[in-house]
């Protein structure tokens, strides 16, 4: 990774606006001077601020660079200050191949691969190979693809990641790419300490002994190598860079020493012998003669092979009955490509731990009982091999596919040098490894190449073996490559970690993307040389290998994905200049990834996806929300049609039902919710779940509210977020407030999206005199809603309703069945119980029982329906018989319809309006002096309720005082009134309405011959006002007997009357129907059913 990718530039502040800053428009730093010049363009000049002239456009254009600085993307401003810069001068060789070639070629080539041939013989090696490099040959096409679609600054494949699937999936594979790399430099580590301390100075370890002691070795010297190299890095990364091009001369020269030695075997193999007891390989530290004995001077003289089996140089000691019984014999290590060992190499030798190595056809005598022979005289394995884990261990040697694209600002032309570097490079490193599998089976012994540390070939390097003109060439070369690639991996990821620490998705990693004063990644290093040291402290390469393996084949997986998500959403800017790609290919690559995932480790794979996954759903729930139109956003706007137009196809089943609500708030003259607790209870009722949509109304013209409407729904989103409440918001401006909700009614919401449910809070001042339309804009709504069959939900008093944060630890939720609504009763409950703060209330269903219901059996019949429905609740039934209509009805409508009057005069002229209320009141004072001279108290009262200032809280006490004595239920003084929304005229169905006519009509006459006695105006009344406003005297006591104390009252709201001028009683009705509630819901249902007893 070069220096010049990450060099200081200050956070990205593209990243933070939904649009990308260009030299194409909107550019405020565009030099203006002659812009005004002349009139040929006087057409045109109100708007060159915002849209420059192409001449201006096209010099820009011509300008315009893709040198990043540091990971400042092109998205920053064009008027942040640039540092000069050399202009980019490397070309595909030099800038892309040969980096490509460095970061492939490594330390698996020089330290596996002849274990990997030896175990897995020569063809299951060839599948291995093949299927990693098609794997990284399908991601460079795609990786291609992506990298010619625009300019890729510093990040490389996180870069393209997080602007083609989104910031979430751009930030887990991140990470992921960064712990891969980072791990890489503690493999690369690790290989350096194997080769030093096997092959250059095994005497330099500290500690001796069996395996324990090696990885003691490799956990020391790792770390004093990981400390050296962090500060290396750390002090000065231009020293590496510099050194990058010798340590590629260094692998170049390995590998050619490889196929000189090759060549050279055909002709004259070199001398390694392998001494074999029976058909074991053993040890053969020094080179000391592969006999048992041999005659000197005619005496039997022992050899160091005796004194290892037998204990003792004596021929008369005890020796290990394999040793007896099997003669020692000496074969060529090396015999050369044209000896025909190939045939022995071509399939596969697996072992447990602790296997020893044998050659297959070499004839042996068994042993019925192993004695306890020192292992160490044999070579042996140690580690259990078989097919997936040697696909974990070689899967690293072919990662570094992105170097090229890491240093897209130094290329001359990087949309073509990319492609054709990178792929390059994956071809010739493929050939590589697959010629020298092909190679090392036809030219090494099988027993050799199973010897991963080469203890039978007196500790050398077994591919060293192979070198030419020595193996030290190999050993070297080796060495410096694995020093140099360990470098490299600590310069690249605090700097791929700086990258995604600065455009600020990952809150907690925010302190890694500063630095020292030149951008330096100082934390970056720091913690990247932390999570290094944890794989040096695991110290097995074999071990180290296949974590890595899982986080590069996730990013190669991603970058697969993400080349197909956008060629199949055809989206406008998908224009790659790499014309060799398809989604197939792609989707096959992303295919194979996933594959050799599992294949290389289940439970690695299983860990790193779920790593992947907690940092997706983290930035998901608590990163900033980025807009870089990436292709995930794409493909949710093509599954989003898709469902839609499914959804159109037909409304929901029954089953499928749930509140899709339109919520309607009301806005102060600062734009904020005058109820928020409106949206707390929208989120109760929701959990998150299905459509909501919230909605408001602004009075005015759109090109004069415009600026007003924007504050509002970020304030209203605003709220949203707070409340957790998941929805849209959706602003009109309208001339009046009355056809701007009614175009919510009709068009919130996109085809089968659309609610079917509203929800709106009660209007409290609806009886001020200074707001004469709120109660009417209330009862247009109604009307509407019930046209539209959609559900209506009223909520009165919504102040006193709780938050989220509130709960309920007792009480109960108690249902007023009066008419059948389709269910939206009993489901409402349910629902509401779904949420914490509902979760401990109990539900009651109440019904009534009219004078020929038989209420026992209303009761069972409940009860049965319930169980079907699966809702636990608690069932009443209600009776409530018919009797008089008492003098407070009577009083309570003449009220009413003297307020009515009042009310209609309000559209009258001022003057008209002050003379019809004064003959009102005169009138009314007169009757009242007339009839009720013995209450002057109340004859003043009732003044009072006529004049046009009179208050709510007033009036309600007028009503309680006066009538008391009147009412059979006791009712509870309240200066808050709730609101119910259902038909009553329902419950006073047109047949029994007649039958009860005639049976009481007699009845009737003299009951109300009595009544009018009393005050003979109230004989003037309409009828059919003083019956409902007796039924909601009667439904308001039953109710406040039995639900008083409710954490909340759910009623049948009743429809508006189809005479329009009866509205104003209509609120009347409610205001009595829901006097003295705390917390009421009205439901009006929409004419379906939303509620069934079938699975």
Known sequence: MNERDYEEGGPSPGDGIPR????????????????????????????MDSNPMVSSLLNKLANYT????????????????????????????????????????????????????????????FIIVFMCCSGTLLTAISMSAIATNGVVPAGGSYYMISRSLGPEFGGAVGICFYLGTTFAGAMYILGTIEILLKYISPNAAIFEG?????????????????????LVVFVGVKYVNKLALVFLACVILSIFAIYAGVIKTAFEPPNFPVCLLGNRTLVRDTDFPCVKYYEENNMTVTTKLWENFCGSLLLNATCDEYFILNNVTEIQGIPGVASGVFLDNLWSVYGDKFAIVEKQ??????????????????????????????????????????????RSGDLRDAQKAIPTGTILAILTTSFI?????????????????????????????????????????????????????????????????????RDGIVPFLQVFGHGK????????LLLTALICEIGILIASLDSVAPILSMFFLMCYLFVNLACAVQTLLRTPNWRPRFKYYHWTLSFLGMSLCLALMFICSWYYALIAMLIAGCIYKYIEYRGAEKEWGDGIRGLSLNAARYALLRVEQGPPHTKNWRPQVLVLLNLDSEQMVKHPRLLSFTSQLKAGKGLTIVGTVLPGIYLDKFTEAQRAEENIRSLMGAERTKGFCQIVVSSTVRDGISHLIQSAGLGGMKHNTVLMAWPQSWKRTDNPFSWKNFVDTVRETTAAHQALLVAKNMDSFPMNQERFSEGNIDVWWIV?????????????????????????IFTVAQMDDNSIQMKKDLQMFLYHLRINAEVEVVEMFENDISAFTYEKTLVMEQRSQMLKQMQLSKNEREREIQSITDESRGSIRKKSRSSPQCIGQDVDNLLPNDIQEEEAQLIHDRNTASRSTGMVKSHTAVATPDKIQMTWTKEKLISEKHKNKEACLSSYKDIFSMKPEWGNLNQSNVRRMHTAVKLNGVVLNKSQHAQLVLLNMPGPPKNRHGDENYMEFLEVLTEGLNRVLLVRGGGREVITIYS
Request: proline share 4%; with cysteine; charged share 20%.
């Open 517 to 524: 004063a030149n951008g330096e990644p100082t934390w970056a």
């Open 433 to 501: 490894y697959l010629s020298c599998i092909v190679l090392f089976g036809a030219c090494i012994e099988g027993v050799v190449l199973r010897d991963k540390f080469g203890q039978a070939v007196n500790g050398n390097l077994v591919i060293g073996t192979l070198a030419w003109p020595s193996p030290w060439v190999i050993v070297i070369g080796s060495f410096f490559s694995t020093c140099g690639a360990g470098l490299q991996s600590l310069t690249g990821a605090p700097r791929l970690l700086q990258a995604i620490a």
């Open 210 to 230: 069996g395996e324990e002691a090696m990885l003691n070795n490799m956990r020391v010297y790792g770390t004093c190598i990981l400390a050296l190299m962090a």
């Open 66 to 125: 893709n040198v990043t600085q540091g990971v400042v993307e092109h998205e920053e401003d064009e008027d942040s200050k640039r540092k000069e810069i050399k202009a980019p001068r490397m070309g595909t060789f030099i800038g892309v191949y040969l980096p490509c070639l460095q970061n492939i070629l490594g330390v698996i080539l020089f330290l596996r691969l002849t274990w990997i041939v030896g175990t897995a013989g020569v063809l299951q090696s």
């Open 361 to 406: 056809d070499q004839p042996s005598v068994p042993v019925l009982e192993e004695t306890d022979v020192k292992i160490k005289n044999y070579v042996y394995s140690d580690i259990m091999t078989y097919f997936t884990m040697l696909v974990g261990i070689y899967f690293p040697s072919v990662t570094g596919i992105m170097a090229g694209s890491n």
């Open 20 to 47: 990308e800053s260009s030299p194409f428009i909107n550019n405020d730093s565009m030099e203006r001077g002659n812009i005004y010049e002349g009139k040929n363009m006087a057409l045109f000049e109100e708007e």
């Open 820 to 844: 059948h609504d389709g269910g939206m009763l009993m489901l409402l409950p349910f629902l509401l119980r779904q949420h914490k703060v509902w979760r401990k209330c109990k539900m009651r």
